[in-house]
């Protein structure tokens, strides 16, 4: 019985040691994911900026073209 509670002990200790080196790694990978993010929304800004064309109007079809025979 008490090697049971000493195992558990011991388990939360070496979980919670992991844990903390763990979550300084996460850290680093979402503020490099977040810096990606904004280059990216950056870039998509820029490109739709570039491809927005003035709107031409169509000019209308003659109904002679159009009908079927």
Known sequence: ???LIVT?????VVGALVARNNIKKL???VEEAKE???KA???L????????KPTTRRKPTSAK???KK
């Open 1 to 3: 019985m008490i090697t």
């Open 8 to 12: 558990f002990i011991v388990g939360a």
């Open 27 to 29: 850290n680093a990978l």
């Open 36 to 38: 990606l993010a904004d």
């Open 41 to 43: 929304e950056a870039e």
């Open 45 to 52: 800004k820029e490109l739709k900026a570039k491809s927005k």
């Open 65 to 67: 073209t159009t009908k």
